[in-house]
């Protein structure tokens, strides 16, 4: 029904920067909110970023000057510009999506996640 393809991730060293991508399709009559996720080892799922349709924008206060989401809602699309990286900000990066859908409603679907490693 929904599908979030993300793209970005890598290995990069302590102060610098990764651009995410996630690009959602499939049956999609409208998008809500879209967002960024991470998981670390041995710790839960955690808020990065979030993005409304109307643009407004919600952050962790641990990437807050640091990161940046947009969107580009024409291609159902979200960024998230990583700036001045930081060990811990090491994990997996899930793309997250509360969409409309054909024939299902709303519904809440993930992207299968993307590895950002900060380290030297």
């Known amino acids: 029904q929904v599908q979030l393809v993300e793209s970005g991730g890598g290995l990069v060293q302590p102060g610098g920067s990764l651009r995410l991508s996630c690009a959602a399709s499939g049956s999609i009559r409208s998008i809500n909110t879209m967002g960024w996720y991470r998981q670390a080892p041995g710790k839960q799922r955690e808020l990065v970023a979030i993005i409304i349709s109307g643009g407004s924008t919600n952050y962790a206060d641990s990437v807050k000057g640091r990161f940046t989401i947009s969107s580009d809602n024409a291609e159902n699309t979200v960024y998230l510009q990583m700036n001045s990286l930081k060990p811990e900000d090491t994990a997996v990066y899930y793309c997250?999506?509360?969409?409309?859908?054909?024939?299902?409603?709303?519904?809440?679907?993930w992207g299968q996640g993307t590895q950002v490693t900060v380290s030297s």
């Open positions: 997250n999506a509360y969409c409309n859908v054909v024939r299902t409603g709303w519904g809440n679907y």
